[in-house]
């Protein structure tokens, strides 16, 4: 049975701009397993230097990420769409296991197959220290809520 994930290329701006929101809903779940299943079965990654393909090893990848990298707020923002792929532009903040704050930033490109799964992720991440008191996205742990700025608002 095929899997469709809405909304499916070829994309509007409308549509891609909702894909970008669900994707960060899904980062910032925390969830390996949820974020996984947006994803085609043999979808092929490279995060920073590592190579990640299928969903299995999606799963393992961000649960090891997600052990690392504690109390993540991540937001996303659409920079550029057309078809089947989206460009987009992130930051996130978290901290390790010693209390140390990070901003990670970074740019995506994504493809999709017919019914809406990505089947390309392509990351490219920079980490910057900062300081607690220096901490933009400050929401509960989960969704980013609504009214919460998003990365141009913030200036970032």
């Not at 899904?26 to 990654?45: F, H, I």
């Not at 901290?95 to 197959?113: L, P, T």
């Amino acid at each position: 049975m095929d899997v469709t994930r809405p909304p499916l290329p070829p994309f509007t701006l409308e549509s891609a701009i909702e894909k970008v929101r669900l994707a960060e809903d899904g980062w910032n779940s925390r969830s390996p397993e949820k974020v996984a299943l947006a994803y085609t079965v043999d979808s092929q990654w490279r995060n920073r230097a590592e190579f990640v393909n299928g969903r299995e090893a999606i799963v393992s990848f961000l649960s090891r990420k997600w052990q690392r990298e504690l109390d993540y707020r991540l937001i996303k923002e659409l920079w550029a769409f057309c078809e089947d792929r989206i460009a987009v532009r992130f930051a996130y903040e978290w901290h390790d296991d010693s209390g140390n704050w990070f901003r990670s930033y970074g740019n995506e490109n994504w493809e999709f197959a017919e019914g809406g799964l990505m089947r390309k992720r392509f990351a490219c991440i920079n980490d910057a220290p900062i300081r607690e008191e220096d901490r933009r996205f400050h929401w509960s742990l989960g969704r980013r809520p609504d009214e919460h700025p998003g990365l141009s608002d913030l200036g970032f």
